[in-house]
């Protein structure tokens, strides 16, 4: 299935929970559907857990990159 029909059936989904449900339906249908692409993803291979968390070690290498940025760096 291409991802126009895709995106065309989850399309017609949601505006039919509007229609008869309401905004509420509406926002369930839409977050069950995010959910299920990201589980799909998962099993499919394209996502991986670990896209979801940044290691701690990454967040002090963004903090040296902001340091040199400023200039305040002490070697």
């Known amino acids: 299935m291409s991802k126009a029909v895709v995106g065309l ?3 017609m989904a949601l505006g039919f929970a509007a229609y008869f449900g309401g905004f509420w339906a509406f926002l ?3 977050v069950l559907g995010a959910v299920g692409l990201v589980a799909g993803l998962l ?3 394209d996502l991986e857990p670990g896209d979801f968390v940044r290691r701690r070690d990454d967040q ?3 903090r040296d990159d902001q340091r ?3 200039r ?3 070697q």
């Open 68 to 70: 040199r940025a400023r």
């Open 43 to 45: 099993l499919e291979g």
């Open 72 to 74: 305040d760096w002490r």
């Open 9 to 11: 059936a989850a399309g």
């Open 60 to 62: 002090e290498r963004i």
């Open 28 to 30: 369930l249908v839409l």
